[in-house]
């Protein structure tokens, strides 16, 4: 093994809070995209769902991307990439927000919710061990 690596309590704690957020991201993304509204009494019964799947994808998102900037120390000589992909992830968040007050479909919410997925899986390919 190389040079000394120490980990601060402080950035286990973020690694293990970012870990937790991606997984719960991970489980609501499975369930919003698997909605089908012959499965709800009225379509305004679905829609809420959906909503509330949203606003649940909204503060995940958010708590990542925040979180993210927090790692940026895991990141070492990447630390740039890392930045760039919390930023993009914030804006997600802010697009996802946006679709939500416009009362978007799921139909036009996907591409975000893809887009995100993509964020994800790039970062840990490309940051991560």
Known sequence: MGGCSTITQAEKSSKNQHIEAANELEVIMGKFTSLIPQEFNSQAEHDEKSMQYTQEMITLVE???????????????????????????????????TNLAAKKSNEEIKPTLQNIERLCYQCHATLHE
């Not at 990542?64 to 930023?87: C, G, H, R, T, V």
């Open 63 to 97: 708590q990542l991307a925040q979180n993210s900037k927090e790692l940026k120390a895991y990141a070492k000589n990447e630390s740039e990439l890392f930045i760039q992909y919390a930023d993009e992830l914030a804006k997600d968040a802010q697009t996802l927000r």
